[in-house]
């Protein structure tokens, strides 16, 4: 960490981190909801795409945020290899997706549709996270 950037305090960078769980626990919740109606209602390919899908949306937008979260206050270098830079995670889960869905055979429109969707959600909750973390950094790292 370079001496003239200022660290985020433990504790709110645990309250971020509480923010964004909660945040990233709506859209994993709505999935999963409609996974299991899917499911309820005799669609199982169409559920298992859903499902699939949301996971797959959501671990995507977790590598943003998480590696925000943990590379914030360090280096410009620091955080674009935690973010930007697990570019080929990202593609590696989206591959890993669709071979999935594939040989589970699945609805692919409903695994692409909650996929897009569960990533557009998780925009809104990487929007917040680096908001505060950003927020907390022009406080000079002090908690408020």
Do not use: Q
Not at 94 to 101: E, N, P, T
């Amino acid at each position: 960490m370079s001496p003239d950037i200022p660290k985020v305090p433990r504790e709110e960078r645990m309250r971020i981190v509480r923010r964004a769980l909660i945040g990233l626990a709506i859209p994993l919740g709505v999935s999963g909801a409609a996974s299991a109606a899917l499911f309820a209602t005799s669609h199982p390919a169409a559920g298992m795409g859903v499902a699939i899908g949301g996971l797959t949306g959501l671990l995507i937008t977790a590598t943003w945020v998480f590696g925000a979260l943990f590379a914030f206050d360090r280096s410009g270098g620091a955080l674009m290899g935690f973010t930007m830079g697990l570019w080929p995670v990202r593609i590696g889960l989206l591959f890993a997706a669709a071979a999935l869905g594939a040989f589970l055979g699945v609805e692919p429109i409903s695994l692409v549709v909650t996929l897009f969707l569960t990533h557009v959600a998780g925009h809104v909750v990487e929007a917040t996270v680096l908001d505060a973390l950003a927020r907390t950094m022009r406080r000079g790292g002090a908690s408020g």
